[in-house]
């Protein structure tokens, strides 16, 4: 069982930037690849981006290529999204999940925070 925590959700000016973070807790954080989503009002969740269990590998949505980052650290059971050049668009509910497959879907991840909210002005 792994627990997953958020944090650093906030109101940030378009253009800003901001740091969520995501704390596991149990033993097998290593193990897992850990994905981020987003869920603004009134649209079904979304893929964000995600880390492999070693990160050595990410992958992100074409919406934040360039602008987002994912790092981890398995010593600090961590992982983080670096999110920059914020846009109104990006405001929703961020969530990290962990799963054992790398993989963009919501499906495929069997753990999940209960979400921080982003609210980017503009």
């Known amino acids: 069982q792994v627990q997953l925590v958020e944090s650093g959700g906030r109101l940030v000016q378009a253009g800003g930037s901001l740091r969520l973070s995501c704390v596991a807790s149990?033993?097998?954080?290593?193990?897992?690849?850990m994905g981020w989503f987003r869920q603004s009002a009134g649209k079904e969740r979304e893929f964000v981006g995600l880390?492999?269990?070693?990160?050595?590998?990410?992958h992100f949505a074409e919406a934040v290529t360039g602008r987002f980052t994912i790092d981890r650290d398995n010593a600090k059971s961590t992982v983080t999204l670096e999110m920059n050049r914020l846009k109104p668009e990006d405001t929703a509910v961020y969530y990290c999940?962990?799963?054992?497959?790398?993989?963009?879907?919501?499906?495929?991840?069997?753990?999940w925070g209960q979400g921080t909210q982003v609210t980017v002005s503009s």
């Open positions: 999940a962990a799963g054992r497959r790398f993989s963009t879907s919501t499906s495929q991840y069997s753990y």
């Open positions: 149990g033993s097998s954080f290593s193990s897992l690849n």
């Open positions: 880390i492999s269990e070693s990160g050595g590998s990410t």
